[in-house]
């Protein structure tokens, strides 16, 4: 039985109730952690590396580092000499990086997500990726899982041996990369 | 997109599979991403997402605590509370088999009809129809115990 106002009374409630009652309750919501979906993601990206590591510091300290790109990636990146940040809009930036090495002149334009624990850029044109995500420990605050993913957005059958070996490249460079996160944060030699 | 994509997937993911919601999620996302060059038309991205969800979502809650138990059996000591609004969802779905949660998010949370939820599951609308009348019997007697 129900009311005019559709609210149930006494004695069972209509299958008009029981839909109302479904439709406005609050139903369980499954949710993906940053490092998570970072991994979700390189599924998707046959050309992409991705690697995760404990960082001994409270993952507040690790963002507050990483957050401030134009001082972060220049710093753990060897292969970046600068990084400078064109546009802001919230969360979403553009970013212009530049190689130190002599050989690679072109600056890179990135589309930039960055919110905190997660940051995804994306090149401009789409040739290559980087993300990063940064989580609490989660049976320690005092550290931080650090997942790290790098490479180029693109796959396939006839780009098969080709991303063999830039994948091999890329391990070494995300590896580095995460060491000089440490480094950075005075958690490494 | 996958930004977008998340959250919805969480929910059907969640409601369907509980417990083991995140890692149906993480799964549903593991193979979006892998299988998206072969969807031809992006419009169709969210059915076709939606899909996988569920699925990942029942297979999860299958290998998981969840056991479908007959709705005229039900704990009366975890009654649902009356009042539309402090309905407990969760005590309701705990008790439900994974594949009548499926149809009662498909239509409740998507407000899919009875044709559109037989696609998502690839059963027959019939099947539907049965699911959603049982788990909307379970939804009655948790209420009214």
Redesign the interface.
Same mark, same amino acid.
């Given at each position: 039985m129900s009311d005019p106002n559709?609210?149930?009374s006494v004695?069972? %409630?209509t299958?008009t109730?029981?839909?109302?009652? !479904? !439709?406005?309750?609050?139903? %369980?919501? !499954?949710?993906? %952690?940053p490092g998570?979906?970072l991994?979700?993601?390189a !599924?998707?990206?046959p050309g992409v590396v991705v690697e995760h590591r404990e960082l001994h510091a409270p993952v507040e300290q690790v963002w507050g580092f990483i957050a401030d790109l134009p001082t972060s990636v220049p710093t753990f990146d060897a292969s970046v000499a600068s990084l400078e940040v064109l546009a802001r809009d919230g969360t979403r930036l553009r970013a212009r990086a530049r190689s130190g090495w002599w050989f690679v002149r072109m600056p890179l334009v990135f589309d930039v997500?960055l919110e905190p624990g997660w940051c995804w850029m994306v090149s401009r044109p789409r040739l290559y990726v980087v993300g990063m995500a940064a989580e609490a420990h989660p049976d320690d605050a005092g550290r931080t899982v650090f997942t790290h993913l790098e490479g180029v957005p693109f796959g396939g059958r006839i780009l098969g041996p080709v991303l063999r070996a830039t994948r091999l490249i890329q391990r070494r460079h995300v590896s580095s990369d995460l060491d000089g996160i440490a480094r950075a944060l005075g958690l490494g030699p | 997109m996958?930004?977008d994509l998340?959250?919805y +997937?969480?929910?059907i993911?969640?409601?369907i599979?509980?417990d083991a919601?995140?890692d149906?999620?993480?799964e549903a996302?593991?193979a979006?991403?892998?299988?998206?060059t072969t969807l031809r038309e992006p419009d169709a991205l969210r059915g076709w997402a939606r899909r996988i969800a569920v699925r990942e979502a029942v297979r999860a809650a299958a290998g998981g605590r969840s056991v479908p138990v007959d709705p005229g059996r039900l704990d009366p000591a975890v009654s649902v509370p009356?009042?539309?609004?402090a309905?407990?969802?969760?005590a309701v779905?705990d008790a439900l088999a994974p594949e009548q949660r499926a149809v +009662?998010?498909l239509?409740? +949370?998507d407000g899919l009809d009875e044709a559109e939820m037989a696609e998502v599951l690839g059963v027959a609308k019939g099947t539907v129809k049965s699911r959603l009348h049982r788990a909307?019997t379970a939804?009655?007697e948790r209420?009214?115990a």
């Amino acid at each position: 039985m129900s009311d005019p106002n559709g609210t149930s009374s006494v004695g069972a %409630p209509t299958w008009t109730d029981l839909d109302a009652a !479904a !439709a406005g309750a609050a139903w %369980p919501t !499954a949710t993906l %952690p940053p490092g998570a979906r970072l991994r979700a993601l390189a !599924a998707g990206l046959p050309g992409v590396v991705v690697e995760h590591r404990e960082l001994h510091a409270p993952v507040e300290q690790v963002w507050g580092f990483i957050a401030d790109l134009p001082t972060s990636v220049p710093t753990f990146d060897a292969s970046v000499a600068s990084l400078e940040v064109l546009a802001r809009d919230g969360t979403r930036l553009r970013a212009r990086a530049r190689s130190g090495w002599w050989f690679v002149r072109m600056p890179l334009v990135f589309d930039v997500d960055l919110e905190p624990g997660w940051c995804w850029m994306v090149s401009r044109p789409r040739l290559y990726v980087v993300g990063m995500a940064a989580e609490a420990h989660p049976d320690d605050a005092g550290r931080t899982v650090f997942t790290h993913l790098e490479g180029v957005p693109f796959g396939g059958r006839i780009l098969g041996p080709v991303l063999r070996a830039t994948r091999l490249i890329q391990r070494r460079h995300v590896s580095s990369d995460l060491d000089g996160i440490a480094r950075a944060l005075g958690l490494g030699p | 997109m996958l930004r977008d994509l998340a959250p919805y +997937l969480g929910r059907i993911c969640g409601a369907i599979a509980l417990d083991a919601g995140d890692d149906a999620l993480q799964e549903a996302m593991v193979a979006v991403t892998r299988n998206l060059t072969t969807l031809r038309e992006p419009d169709a991205l969210r059915g076709w997402a939606r899909r996988i969800a569920v699925r990942e979502a029942v297979r999860a809650a299958a290998g998981g605590r969840s056991v479908p138990v007959d709705p005229g059996r039900l704990d009366p000591a975890v009654s649902v509370p009356d009042g539309a609004t402090a309905v407990e969802v969760r005590a309701v779905l705990d008790a439900l088999a994974p594949e009548q949660r499926a149809v +009662l998010v498909l239509r409740h +949370l998507d407000g899919l009809d009875e044709a559109e939820m037989a696609e998502v599951l690839g059963v027959a609308k019939g099947t539907v129809k049965s699911r959603l009348h049982r788990a909307r019997t379970a939804f009655r007697e948790r209420w009214t115990a």
